[in-house]
């Protein structure tokens, strides 16, 4: 049986048409671009198209608003960090459900003394509006907020929240990582001043990302040494990476005519097909706005991590959540706050689709998925504790 993979949230197989533009720049064009020499220029050359590759996907206005980095995490601390530096102030707003990489930079300012303000949700992770114009005050600095979440897929009113930010002259930071490829996304004309992409979750190659900062937004950076990006983010460039990020650009931009559509079918299709199995599931955001291949469902009497081993035994992947947060034992911070119980949020299990998708796998999927849960309800399937015991002995948990 060949693999079902079901969790494109978390990566994103490399794309064929990637690699191949990727490929020259690993073995014949391994020149340097700050080198002078034919070779160097030949690299500078790759970064500049990457570079504009990359702008247009994100619908920038201009090819130097593109700083390329290590991935999403990086551009999301230089974001932050870069914004609480420039403005001298001491608040940060953010949402309570973001990705860890704003999470965690956000605790560790907190021990630094700066205020963080998280913004709660509702039941459906829709963000409160409201709660985040009252949170403004004259000492915040920036407003963090996730463009889509990684779990549930709920996407969140940036252009509201950005409408926010202006009229109070802070500075607005996105995380579109799970976003970026997903939807479209249009900076030129927006009120977001820094936005974070990531190239493996959009068929391309991991360890690259990009920050986007708008022309004439203050920046500071986060990693200095030489001169390169403009002096924004020093460190020799990852060519073949940004090669491979700015081909994913282009690639993924077509696919957008009509990829989200596709993907919106699979995903109702999907959540229809499990309804009509089984009883007991809870699809997480089902009335929120949501990115198309993203479905996050809670199963009433299932524990997910027991769930999930018995679907990887059938070659067939998913996840319980953020794969920066996997082996964490806690509940989810997302779904806590959107309400849900412990014993509710420890049954969740994210299945999300992509590209090489097809609706046959979908099928397949749905069908599996009620054998497997009729059998753990029935008390015939392994316990969790038996997964837990033999995957410790085999060094997994």
């Not at 064929?16 to 020499?37: A, K």
């Not at 054998?371 to 309800?377: A, F, M, Q, S």
Request: glycine share 10%.
């Amino acid at each position: 049986m060949s693999p079902y993979y079901f969790d494109y949230n978390a990566t994103t197989p490399l794309a064929p048409e990637v690699l191949r533009e990727m490929e020259p720049y690993l073995t014949r064009h391994f020149g340097n671009p700050s080198s002078f020499y034919q070779l160097g220029r030949a690299a500078n050359r790759a970064l500049r198209q990457a570079r504009k590759l990359t702008a247009s996907l994100l619908g920038a206005a201009d090819d130097n608003e593109i700083i390329f980095t290590s991935g999403g995490t990086e551009s999301n601390n230089t974001a932050i960090r870069s914004a609480l530096s420039i403005s001298g102030k001491k608040q940060i707003l953010t949402s309570a459900v973001e990705h860890s990489s704003v999470r965690n930079v956000a605790g560790q300012l907190r021990k630094e003394g700066y205020q963080i303000t998280e913004i709660g949700v509702d039941a459906q992770g829709r963000l409160n509006l409201e709660q985040l114009r009252e949170a403004v005050s004259d000492q915040t600095a920036v407003i963090s907020l996730m463009m889509a979440n990684n779990e549930t897929g709920v996407i969140f009113p940036v252009e509201e929240a950005g409408k926010i930010a202006k009229e109070k002259g802070i500075f607005f930071h996105v995380d579109a990582v799970q976003a970026a490829g997903k939807i479209p996304l249009h900076l030129k004309d927006s009120a977001v001043d820094f936005l974070s992409v990531s190239a493996h979750k959009f068929y391309g190659p991991k360890g690259v990302g990009v920050l986007y900062v708008k022309k004439g937004t203050g920046f500071s950076p986060l990693i200095s040494g030489g001169s390169q990006e403009r002096g924004r983010r020093a460190g020799t460039e990852n060519v073949p990476g940004i090669v491979g990020l700015g081909a994913a650009s282009e690639w993924i931009q077509k696919e957008l005519r009509e990829e989200p559509a596709r993907l919106k079918k699979l995903q109702v299709e999907f959540e229809t097909a499990i309804r009509s199995r089984v009883s007991g599931v809870t699809v997480s955001g089902e009335r929120a706005d949501r990115l198309p291949n993203t479905s996050h469902l809670r199963w009433e009497g299932i524990e997910a991590e027991t769930l999930l081993i018995a679907l990887d035994q059938r070659e067939i992947y998913a996840s319980s959540g953020s794969a920066c947060m996997s082996g964490s034992r806690r509940p989810s911070h997302v779904l806590k706050a959107m309400g849900c119980t412990d014993e509710a949020a420890a049954s969740a299990v994210r299945f999300s689709f992509g590209k090489y998708t097809t609706e046959k796998e979908i099928q397949f999927l749905a069908e599996e998925l009620s054998r497997l849960v009729t059998h753990l309800r029935s008390g015939n399937g392994k316990s969790h504790a038996h997964f837990s015991e033999r995957f410790a002995k085999e060094g997994v948990l």
